[in-house]
């Protein structure tokens, strides 16, 4: 059992599974920090329109940052429900980047025991294009990475 | 926030923009430019010895200020960032213009032209300086990333590309717009319909949600991103859905990009029927400018006739946004009302407004006499530029009577006698007869020299409309190296689920179709 977890999720179905497997890992009292990555190739979701007034623009931007400012906190709440029901401490980080960077850099800023994270979806499983899982990232993890099986 | 970025980036832009424009007022770069006009002349010395004077001038200035001035929150300081990004984007721009592209056409051409197509390679692919700038731009963004300084100037590059739009409105003629807006309402209208139509059909058949349906047909019918940007909300469209679209359409978009100038010629299509082929076919609206130049690089009929196109789309796009906003209600079972008239005011494109007061002003005369076709004008006075020392002389005038005699209609005879007694062409419809008299070869070459001349030296070209000409090819080529360095991967990766699917074969339909059909009915001019 581990008393500082580090749960790295970016919202995909993977990420379910390593909740789970977080809540179950840590011990008793102990604490659970979810570390939670907008992928940032959502800043180049207004691609190469030149069409529209900035006013358009701005709407567009707008209501896609509150529409996954609130999947992002629906997905935060589930996980801090299930922690508390643990008696987890429950802290959340949320960051844009590149989820293997940011993972990286994350990692080093506190000391966890382990880190969790949900493993890559299959390719028949429809869903986004946003690796967080990497050789580079096995690399350079400081402490330990446990990968939950893909959910079935 | 300060948006002003203390780095020596743009002063060394600036450095740079001087090094080129000395080098070539010196020229010790002669030797480069001679290989790259492969034996011919040079086509871009003038531009060579002017524009990187100015510009690198400006970009020193503000490089120094920018890098060792002191910076305060502030709207100055938010426009004044945007100047690195700008001048980033025009460097870019130069370079590929003035040296990449002539590189690759150098070695295209030394590989012989290809097959029977009378083409060389660059050509038939349309590697020419908008799309090696929009791939240059491409490569920027996905590899090295675009740099802080530059993030606020880049996204200014839009104001390129509508200043370009609201600038190419003084080159119409009434009867070209009256031609082009016909067929372009005509098109569009089946076109951007159809496709939504059929996309919604598809949709309801495969049971995605209205919100991706919605989002999906606008982005798939209307004008690609821009009208999934403008949809997205009002079908409250899921982030995952909106990600599926986008990159649907961007990656369709880049790929007609390169494939519809290959296809066009090979097909030989003329400038307009490309133009309308690729305003029509086209999803994403970038795309149909960058398609436009790259078939037609040195000019700017193509991007005349596709522009006509793609401000049809636009306008056609507050309609599609009302309709969908009312179909997703219905859809939804919702009762809230959708408040028309703030939709068309919000979603009404207010460039199009400077287009149309541009060939508003062109129509009074004000950058050329009023009877100019695309800054080409007829005129026979002092006033309208014809020079007295053009008028014919004696032994010519003697000549063309010596062979009036060989033509064999009164009206062409009738002609020559009143080009004989003024000494000049006298009107239009004779101006149109004399040029059919040269090319029908019927008088000798002599003749055929004196009637040329007299030809040319009553046609004479606009100064500000050359001007509006030069500065369009650069707004364009400026606005669109820019949007290339907003095109990610990232984005581009996200294609996928059923947006892929209905998008591939609702994209793959409409351009087969609209080639078919502009091929049948278009004709090769307007």
């Not at chain 2, 060579?48 to 100015?54: A, N, R, V």
């Not at chain 2, 739009?165 to 005509?186: D, M, Q, R, T």
């Amino acid at each position: 059992m581990f008393n500082h977890v580090l749960l790295a999720s970016h919202g995909t179905t993977g990420a379910k599974a390593a909740e789970n497997m977080a809540i179950s890992t840590c011990t008793k009292g102990g604490s659970l920090t979810h570390l939670f990555v907008v992928p940032e190739f959502w800043q180049g979701m207004t691609g190469d329109d030149w069409l529209n007034n900035g006013s358009t623009r701005d709407q567009f931007r707008q209501y896609l940052e509150t529409e996954l400012g609130k999947e992002v906190d629906e997905h935060c709440a589930r996980v801090s429900r299930a922690a508390k029901q643990q008696e987890l401490h429950y802290n959340k980080a949320i960051t844009l980047g590149e989820p293997e960077k940011v993972l990286i850099q994350y990692s080093k800023t506190q000391n966890f025991d382990l880190i969790i994270m949900g493993s890559p979806r299959p390719k028949s499983v429809e869903g986004l294009r946003s690796k967080m899982l990497t050789k580079n990232l096995t690399h350079c993890l400081p402490i330990p990475l446990l990968i939950a099986p893909y959910p079935r | 926030m300060v948006y002003t970025q203390k780095t020596p980036a743009l002063f060394i832009i600036g450095l740079i923009m001087l090094a080129i424009w000395l080098l070539t007022e010196n020229g010790l770069i002669a030797p480069v430019l001679d290989h790259l006009a492969a034996g011919k002349e040079y086509r871009y010395t003038d531009e060579l010895t002017t524009i990187p004077l100015y510009f690198g001038s400006i970009a020193t200035l503000f490089g120094v200020w920018h890098w060792l001035g002191a910076h305060k929150e502030g709207s100055w300081d938010f426009y004044s960032s945007s100047i690195a990004g700008g001048m980033f984007i025009l460097l870019i721009t130069m370079l590929v213009r003035w040296f990449i592209a002539p590189e690759i056409a150098v070695i295209g051409t030394s590989f012989g032209k290809i097959g029977d197509t009378g083409k060389y390679i660059h050509e038939l692919l349309g590697l020419n300086y908008v799309v090696l700038g929009i791939v240059t731009g491409i490569i920027i963004v996905n590899v090295f990333k675009i740099p802080e300084w530059a993030k606020n100037g880049v996204r200014l590059s839009r104001l390129g590309l509508k200043t370009g739009v609201i600038l190419l409105g003084a080159l119409y003629s009434a009867a070209e717009l009256k031609n082009l807006g016909g067929l372009s309402i005509l098109m569009i209208g089946f076109f951007v319909l159809g496709s939504v139509g059929i996309v919604l059909w598809i949709g309801a058949r495969r049971n995605i949600p209205n919100s991706m349906g919605g989002v999906l047909s606008a982005g798939m019918g209307v004008c690609g991103v821009s009208a999934t940007v403008a949809v997205a909300p009002v079908v409250q469209a899921k982030p995952v859905e909106i990600a599926y679209t986008i990159g649907t359409i961007l990656i369709w978009g880049v790929a007609c990009m390169f494939l519809f100038p290959i296809i066009g010629n090979l097909l030989g299509m003329s400038y307009v029927q490309f133009g309308a082929w690729a305003g029509t076919g086209i999803l994403n609206s970038a795309q149909v400018a960058g398609a436009a130049l790259a078939y037609q690089p040195d000019g700017i009929e193509t991007l005349m006739v596709a522009e006509i196109f793609n401000i049809t789309r636009v306008l056609i796009l507050p309609v599609i946004v009302l309709w969908l906003a009312m179909w997703y209600v219905k859809r939804e079972g919702h009762t809230t009302n959708v408040n028309v008239g703030s939709v068309v005011i919000a979603k009404f494109p207010v460039f199009v407004l400077g287009f149309i007061l541009m060939f508003a002003l062109s129509t009074t005369g004000i950058f050329a006499p009023a009877n100019h076709y695309q800054g080409k004008y007829f005129g026979n006075t002092v006033e309208q530029g014809f020079k007295q020392e053009n008028l014919l002389q004696p032994e010519q005038t003697l000549l063309i009577q010596s062979e009036a005699n060989k033509i064999q209609r009164n009206d062409y005879q009738a002609v020559l006698e009143r080009l004989v007694v003024n000494g000049k062409i006298m009107s239009i419809e004779d101006d149109t007869a004399v040029r059919g008299l040269i090319n029908a070869r019927t008088l000798s070459p002599q003749a055929n020299d004196i009637l040329t001349a007299a030809h040319q030296s009553v046609r004479h070209t606009a100064k500000k409309i050359e001007t509006f000409r030069q500065w369009i090819t650069w707004l364009f080529a400026f606005g669109l190296v820019g949007l290339g360095m907003q095109i990610t991967v990232g984005s581009m990766k996200q294609a996928g689920g059923q947006p892929a699917v209905i998008g591939g074969i609702v994209g793959f339909v409409k351009a087969a179709l609209s080639l078919i059909v502009v091929m049948l009915l278009v004709s090769e001019t307007v």
